[in-house]
Nanobody, 125 residues
Framework: QVQLVESGGGLVQAGGSLRLSCAAS????????MGWFRQAPGKERDFVAY????????RYADSVRGRFTISRDNAKNTVSLQMNSLKPEDTAVYYC??????????????????WGQGTQVTVSS
């Protein structure tokens, strides 16, 4: 089992920045590829960013590419999402998730076995 806890959400004005963190604990948390997803009210949960176990491969949704950066520190078992130039449409609950062990990169949330509880990000206009 892997336990994930997100932090760093909050209220920010458009154009501002936030940094989300996801702390992993349990069975070899640093061995998993990780993803960030978000869910706005009344909408489906969508892919935001992905990072493989070493940090050498990163992928982004088109809507956040160039503004968001995913990173990880395996020594600390943390994954971060630096969000810059935030827009009101970025408002959502943000979740980190661990990809099923051995799976290749995917945006399919069904392939992610472990999820955090989510952290709210609100961007005001």
């Amino acid at each position: 089992q892997v336990q994930l806890v997100e932090s760093g959400g909050g209220l920010v004005q458009a154009g501002g920045s936030l940094r989300l963190s996801c702390a992993a604990s349990g069975r070899t948390g640093s061995s998993y590829a990780m993803g960030w997803f978000r869910q706005a009210p009344g909408k489906e949960r969508d892919f935001v960013a992905y990072i493989n176990w070493s940090g050498g491969s990163r992928r982004y949704a088109d809507s956040v590419r160039g503004r968001f950066t995913i990173s990880r520190d395996n020594a600390k078992n943390t994954v971060s999402l630096q969000m810059n130039s935030l827009k009101p449409e970025d408002t959502a609950v943000y979740y980190c998730a661990a990809l099923r062990f051995g799976e290749a990169y995917t945006r399919d949330l069904l392939k992610y076995d472990y999820w955090g509880q989510g952290t709210q990000v609100t961007v005001s206009s």
